[in-house]
């Protein structure tokens, strides 16, 4: 599976985003997929997280309320809807997939075997 991340960019505090992660490959659908992201100085933290089915999602406490992910398996796509944006949520976000993970483990990065490029969001104050 190759993921390519786009939709970053510079964005007003309170300001809204959407990212999108195209995935190649025919088994997409069976596949969780992810975001983390990483700010400059900081490991790689968990955003939100959506099952193959798209019938769960999980979030960081952090971006609960404000988030939300999405899949469309017919694009072979997930999304990351991300409103009432602050200048904390600054960072390079990347998606990732997992063709099988455990319900306790959507929030661990080394739980996810593909990675896209990363796209950088920056939130002014």
């Known amino acids: 599976v190759q993921l390519q991340a786009s939709g970053g960019g510079l964005v007003q505090a309170g300001g809204s985003l959407r990212l999108s992660c195209a995935a190649s490959?025919?088994?997409?659908?069976?596949?969780?997929m992810a975001w983390f992201r990483q700010a400059p100085g900081k490991e790689r933290e968990f955003v939100a997280a959506?099952?193959?089915?798209?019938?769960?999602?999980y979030y960081a406490d952090s971006v609960q309320g404000r988030f939300t992910i999405s899949r469309d398996n017919a694009k072979n796509t997930v999304y990351l809807q991300m409103n009432s944006l602050k200048p904390e949520d600054t960072a390079v976000y990347y998606c990732?997939?997992?063709?099988?993970?455990?319900?306790?483990?959507?929030?661990?990065?080394?739980?996810?075997?593909?990675w896209g490029q990363g796209t950088q969001v920056t939130v002014s104050s």
């Open positions: 990732g997939a997992s063709p099988r993970i455990s319900n306790s483990d959507y929030a661990k990065g080394a739980r996810y075997d593909y």
């Open positions: 959506i099952t193959w089915t798209g019938g769960r999602a």
């Open positions: 490959g025919r088994t997409f659908s069976s596949y969780a």
